[in-house]
C-alpha cells in the first residue's frame, strides 16, 4: 500500500461547481498536511496547510483533515476556470514531504 | 520576500551528454534545499535534499549528483545523461527551522528532454 494516495483524474466540472479533491495516507504518524496547487509546465505553489481534524477555510477554498479516517480534502466553492491545475496533496514524514501524485482539474467556463 | 530562481528552463541534451542545472534561493539565509524529478504519472520524486553548504542526502540511486557549494546555491549533475533522465526538474527550499510543517516552496523548474 503506498503511503499517499490521490486520483490523478481528470476532472472536469462547469464554473461555478463545488470541486471535491481527496487523498488518503497509511502512516498515521502523518500530522501535517499541505495542499499545492501547480499550473501546467510550473512549480507547484503552495495553497493551504492544516494540522489538526477539521476543516480550515481560505477564501473559496476549505481544507478538511479526518485523521480516523486518514483522509484529507480540499474543497473549492464556486470554482473558476483560472482554478484549472493540477492538485498535489503533502504530508510531512520526518524531515521530508510525501506528495501525492496529483489530481488534474478542468473547470470548463 | 524569498524568491526561487532555476536555469534553464528549458532543455534538450544528446544521450550521453552532461548535465547541470542550478538553483538560487533570494531572501532567505541557511535555507534547507531539496531537488525533485517530476516525471508523467509518477508525482514528485525527491532526488536529493541538503540542510547545509556540502550536506548532501541522496534519497534515490540513479545517475545524477548533487552540490552545494554555497549557502543559497544548489547543483544537480550528471557525467553521462540516460535517455531515462528526461523529464521536470524542480527546486524547493524550506525554512532551516522553526515551522513543523516544513512547507517546501519550489522553483519554476527545467523541463529537460534527452534525445
Known amino acids: 500500500q503506498k503511503e499517499v494516495e490521490q486520483d490523478p483524474g481528470p476532472l472536469s466540472v462547469p464554473e461555478g461547481a463545488i470541486v471535491s479533491l481527496n487523498c488518503t495516507y497509511s502512516n498515521s504518524a502523518f500530522q501535517y498536511f499541505m495542499w499545492y496547487r501547480q499550473y501546467s509546465r510550473k512549480g507547484p505553489e503552495l495553497l493551504m496547510y492544516?494540522?489538526?481534524?477539521g476543516n480550515k477555510e481560505d477564501g473559496r477554498f476549505t481544507a478538511q483533515v479526518d485523521k480516523s479516517s486518514k483522509y484529507i480534502s480540499l474543497f473549492i466553492r464556486d470554482s473558476q476556470p483560472s482554478d484549472s491545475a493540477t492538485y498535489l496533496c503533502a504530508m510531512r514524514r520526518q524531515g521530508n514531504l510525501i506528495f501525492g501524485k496529483g489530481t488534474k482539474l478542468s473547470v470548463k467556463p | 520576500s524569498q524568491t526561487i530562481h532555476q536555469w534553464p528552463a528549458t532543455l534538450v541534451q544528446p544521450v550521453g551528454s552532461p548535465l547541470s542545472l542550478e538553483c538560487t534561493v533570494e531572501?532567505?539565509?541557511?535555507?534547507?534545499l531539496y531537488w525533485y524529478r517530476q516525471a508523467a504519472g509518477r508525482g514528485l520524486q525527491l532526488l536529493f535534499y541538503s540542510v547545509g553548504i556540502g550536506q548532501i542526502s541522496s534519497e534515490v540511486p540513479q545517475n545524477l549528483s548533487a552540490s552545494r557549494p554555497q549557502d543559497r546555491q544548489f547543483i544537480l549533475s550528471s557525467k553521462k545523461l540516460l535517455l531515462s533522465d528526461s523529464g521536470f526538474y524542480l527546486c524547493?527550499?524550506?525554512?532551516?527551522?522553526?515551522?513543523?510543517?516544513?512547507?517546501?516552496?519550489f522553483g519554476p523548474g527545467t523541463r529537460l528532454t534527452v534525445l
Open positions: 524547493a527550499w524550506s525554512p532551516h527551522s522553526g515551522s513543523p510543517y516544513n512547507e517546501q516552496f
Open positions: 531572501g532567505t539565509s541557511n535555507p534547507n
Open positions: 492544516t494540522y489538526s481534524s
